[in-house]
């Protein structure tokens, strides 16, 4: 028999799924805890005992959905050499978490947060947090020895060139171009990334000072 920590975490897991579909499915504005606890059928007062508002609910599925895809993209550069063949994996999980059904989730709360006074500032939060997650990725997959601030800024690139695409993704956009412009994106990322990873080459053009 099921233990109430372990029923606990079932209907948790059943929430998380439900609140995603119904983003995906029927946007932020359908995605109320009636129509959650509905689709993973369980009651309307299990989900709300752990979300207690729409709000709640869809900022918190959407931040730890987020961190998992994130921390997954981690756990595959365990596996890979450093150097170039873990920036070529990191950079292949985190492209495969954007075209995950979690991004389209995310984009139905960004534009309702727009709108919504109360959302808004929560929303900007919860961007905030998934990409520094997203940073954290880059960092352990680059180890570069130049100056910190460019892998930041080249790290904010690699974000958001793929959440551009993918957002092209989201709205029906033809795949084929979209891979096509992702594979030529990925080859710029992937000969930056591991140039930060180069002794004498943070910079470009920048030549060791001898003494």
Known sequence: ???????????????????????VAHGYAGATIAAVAARAGISRGAVSHQYPDKQNLVIDVVDEIGRRRA???RAVLESVPAGRPRIEAGLDALWRAFKDPIYVAALEVYVAGRTDPGLHPRV???EADIDEAIRAVIRA????????AQLEVLADVVINT???LALMYATGAPAEPLERAWARARADAVDSLSRLGVPGRAREGHQPVRR
Do not use: F, H, V, Y
């Open 1 to 23: 028999m099921a233990t109430q920590t372990e029923r606990s975490s079932a209907t948790r897991e059943k929430t998380i799924a439900a609140t995603i579909d119904c983003l």
């Open 162 to 164: 793929m959440r551009g």
């Open 71 to 73: 921390n997954e993209a």
């Open 141 to 148: 997959m680059t180890a570069p020895t130049g100056e910190p």
């Open 124 to 126: 900007l939060r919860l």
